[in-house]
């Protein structure tokens, strides 16, 4: 079964909007939460959620970890071209060090 | 934050001939991790690498089609073997930070099996 639902698949804006990207998580001993930006091969990281900092920010990105609802979303505020990539979430467990990967969101951003 | 390298950056093998990936981390590392990820799809966790031990496959992989090494805490290398077209994949290595529990991830390695 899926441990990690990442909403929508894709999603196509025009530069200066603001976009919300969703994950939701089910495992059995949450440690952290993760989220990537893929552009061509290597994932690069922007956040990392625990239960003790259940809030980040960056520049125009944001995000933010719900624990009660086993939810994240990661905000990106006026939009540019260069913002176009798959977005990737991943939820660590603690017992197995293990790292479950959502499939993703697309964001494509037109000038 | 960890810096990591991998080698080939990409390849193009034939069918049944094996490729072996080798990752470079710039620090000590206990845990090393390597990634598939096919074309269009998130990353599968393929195996975790301690140094020391015997890598802890995921299920749907094995040992005889992907071994893998780790000879010391800075070093993997992940072998594909006896390689047919569906094994072509951006294969990813990765590292945990220990200070922050961060995971951080090499450049990838493109194969193309033809």
């Known amino acids: 079964e899926d441990k990690v639902v990442q909403s929508p698949l894709s999603l196509v804006v025009h530069e200066g909007d603001t976009v919300t990207l969703n994950c939701s998580y089910e495992v059995t001993n949450f440690r952290s939460l993760l989220w990537y930006k893929q552009e061509k091969k290597a994932p690069t990281f922007l956040f990392m959620l625990?239960?003790?900092?259940i809030e980040k920010k960056s520049g125009r990105l944001s995000s933010i970890l719900d624990k009660k609802e086993l939810s994240s979303i990661l905000n990106i505020t006026a939009t540019q071209t260069g913002d176009s990539a798959i977005y990737l979430c991943a939820v660590e467990e603690y017992n197995f060090n293990k790292f479950y990967f959502g499939s993703g969101t697309k964001l494509n951003v037109k000038p | 934050s960890a810096v990591i390298s991998q080698k080939p950056s990409r390849d193009i093998c034939q069918r049944g001939t094996s490729l072996t990936i080798q990752c470079q981390v710039d620090s000590q590392v206990t845990m090393m991790f390597w990634y598939r990820q096919q074309p269009g799809q998130s990353l599968t966790l393929i195996a975790t690498?301690?140094?020391?031990?015997?890598?802890?496959?995921e299920s749907g992989f094995v040992i005889d089609k992907f071994p893998i090494s780790r000879p010391n805490l800075t070093f993997s290398t992940l072998t594909v073997s006896n390689m047919s077209p569906e094994d072509s994949s951006i294969y990813l290595c990765?590292?945990?930070?220990?200070?922050?529990?961060?995971?951080?991830f090499g450049p990838g390695t493109r194969l193309t099996v033809t």
């Open positions: 690498a301690n140094q020391g031990s015997e890598a802890t496959y």
């Open positions: 990765s590292v945990e930070s220990g200070g922050s529990d961060e995971q951080y």
């Open positions: 625990t239960s003790s900092g």
